[in-house]
Each structure stands twice: as C-alpha cells, then as structure tokens.
C-alpha cells in the first residue's frame, strides 16, 4: 500500500511548485501553494530533493479557489489555477523585488481577462507501447507524456474543437505518433489566431522521414477535419515538415494545403491601430491584448525623438514599427527569413518608410552594418531576446554599439537580471522595470527594463 507523507509547504520553487521540508531534504509538490498542509506520496530521493505527488490538501491555503479546469492536478499547461489571481500577481511581484530591488519596479500591469487570453498554442502527438494516442499538452514533471485534452480555458473554444477533430481524424488515419527513434510521423499540431481579426492558422508539423510520408488522401482527411470546424474561408492550414539528421542542424519546409498563406492580427497601441502580417513560423507575442499594454510601456520609455533605434532580434518588426513613430531611423535585425519577410510587408502595411529590416544573425550583420558608410551609432537598442536572455556574444555586441539607453524586453527575468548585471560593469544603470503579466496562471511573465547609461 502506498505510504502518505503529511509535509508542510513553505515556498515555490522555480517552477512554480509547492516546497516542503523533511529530514531527508526539500520536498516539491506540483498543485501545492505555500502555507498549506498537504499529504503526498514521496518519489525517489535524488541530491537532498524528491517530488511528492499531491494526494490531499488537509489544510488549505487562504489562496486556494476552485480551478476552471479538470486537468490542473496534471497538465503542465498552468499551474496556479488553484490559487486566486491576486495572489499571483503578489507572487510575481515578489520573485521581481528579490531579483531587482523595489526601487525600480514598478507595479505588474495585470491581464484584464486571464481566460482564453492566448493567441497560439502547441499540441503535440504521443503513442505508448500500447498503441494508445494522445493529442494535447505534456504532462507536468513527465518526460514528455501527453495528455489527452478535452478542455483548454487558456485557448478559444475552437482550439479544443480542432483539437478534437484532429484526434479522430488520427485515429481513423493509420498514421503514427513521431517516436524518439525516429519512426512515426506526427509530431506537433500548431493553432494560432487573430484575436482581433478572427483569423485562423492550423499547422500540422511531421516528421521529415521518407518511410514516413503522408500521403495525398491523409493530407486531404485532415484539412477536410480542421475545415469541418473552423470552415475554409478564414483558416491558413499548413504542413510542416521536420527534417532531423545527426549532425545537421534541423530544417523546416512548409506546405501551404489550403486558405490563406498567412495570419493577419491588429494591435491598438495608445490609440494607434496597427495590422501585422504572421507567417506560420514566425513569432508573435502570445496575448494580443497583453502585447498591447506591453508596446504602450515601451513607446511611453521613449522620451523625445531618437536619431537612431535599432531593434535585435527583431521578429516581424512589430516593435521597431510601433517605435518608428519616436526616431528618425529604425534598424530592426531578425534570423529567421520568413519574419523578415513579414517585416518587410508589415512596413507596407502601416505606412512606415524610415525602418529597414535586416536578415541574419545579429553578429555578423552588426559588423556588416558598421562597415558602411555613413552608419549612425544608435542612441538606442531594443533587444527581446530568447528565454536564455542574451548570450555572450550578443551581450559584446550590444556594448560595442554602445547606446545611451537600452529598453530590454524579456519573458524570463531572471535571465534579464543576470544580463542587467553584467550591463552595469559596462556603465549601465536599471533605471525601471515595467512587469506586465501575459500569462496567467503560470509562473511566466514579461517584462520591460529601461538602462540608462551612466
């Protein structure tokens, strides 16, 4: 019989689960909130730590609420939907103070409606020995078990209901899940919508693995799945497929299947309405309307009219576009070819002369930039790097462009407070940071820090 443990929960960890203490070391128990009482059933101990499944809350915390949703006790989608939304403001709020201080922080700008908020999500395929399938979000602490989804209050309602005919469509198809030893074929579903235009893009991303291939009469099953849903009309259906060899770098080749070739999303900064094109693979912020907020917190850092900005990492734009309106010349940077494109259409689409999109790595076309006549130092860098924040090559670049002021967007802070350090040994001072909360219920946040250099 399994033996439960009764522990008391002290803290979070990073991840944003429940911590305990015993002799033996810390206990982490995913669903638990501090100050609770909760019996657990203890794993296998490893360096001081164990995780403890939760198995009752015998005494609950004041934050504790009923969730939304009936899969919170596993999926790894959210993870505070049993506590109450101030209190995790409260909690963001805190885990900034420790990383900035209270001087510079200002209050988090919290999400006006934390249901249905976001405008994109990622399903992925899984098959056990069995044969079973499961189509939806990994499992919290598995290694990469997927649970089957019925329900979602992150996404809209349609998500679920594509979620659904993809899985029935799967079931009847004869394809298999993308396996780790490289059999199978389906690897991920990616469902993406404009919040404010209505648009849709379904993409179905499989494995690159000729003895694998779909054929024409599956390809044809599922779009006629998706469509039966959403319609033909305003849906972009795309195939995606994933090229992995030892080696290699990975590659992605997109098929275009049916409706429109991209997304189209809108976005009212201070009043201003912008429209934005988004290819399948390029990067929009998740939560249009937390976005939004976000832009505004940065255009209002702006002070005055900038000879010149430059934007790294730049995406589709969206940022040195929306900034364009306080500089004289925006340079916006980007990797990935497809956003540059995008980038470059979206310049179009909103009436914006003075900026130039730039295709590369960050690096290289840095140097190529400064190489050419006439090349103006910008007075200020916009960089929204990756969850990794800025690597130490990116981090000698921005030193040597040696701008007077720095707005530094991140969706992890700790990375961002790490770089901010490393940026004060070069003569730069946090001068504020404006957390905006884009993702409720996980322990995620965004957040705008303005540097000033000394």
Known sequence: ??????????????????????????????????AEEVEVALGRWRRGKCRGELKAVTGPSASRIEPKCRYVAQCGGCIWQQMDYEAQLRVKEERLRE???????????PCAVPWQYRNKMEFSFSQNKAGERFLGLVIAGSKGH??????CHLVSDWFVGVLTAVRTWWEASGL????????????????????????????????????YAMTKAQIGDFVEAVTGVVGKERVALF???????????????EMHLSGPDHLTEKCIVEGKEYTFKISPSSFFQPNTFQAEKLYAE????????????????????????????KAHCVTSIELNPYAVYDGEVNKELNGVEHCSMVQGDVGKALESLRQKEGFVAPDMVIVDPPRTGLDEAAMGHLKALDPKEIIYISCNPATQAANSEELAKAGYRVEVVQPVDQFPHTIHLETIALLKRL
């Open 298 to 325: 940065a255009l209002k850092m702006i002070q005055g009219t900038k000879e010149h900005i430059m934007d790294l990492y730049a995406g589709i734009g969206t940022l040195g576009l929306i900034c364009a309106q």
């Open 239 to 253: 195939l995606r497929v994933q090229q992995a060899c030892k080696g290699s770098p990975t590659q992605f080749f």
């Open 146 to 151: 997927v649970l089957n989804l019925q329900e």
């Open 99 to 109: 990383l900035f201080g209270s001087d510079v922080l200002r209050p988090i700008i």
């Open 1 to 34: 019989m399994e033996s439960h443990h009764s522990i008391h929960i002290k803290s979070f960890n990073k991840k944003g689960w429940g911590v305990g203490h015993s002799e033996k070391g810390a206990i982490e128990v995913f669903g638990a909130l501090p």
């Open 176 to 211: 298999d899940a993308y396996r780790m030893n490289g059999t199978g074929a389906l690897r991920t579903l990616i469902v993406r919508e404009g919040k404010r235009t209505g648009d849709k893009l379904v993409m179905l991303t499989v494995s690159g693995n000729p003895a």
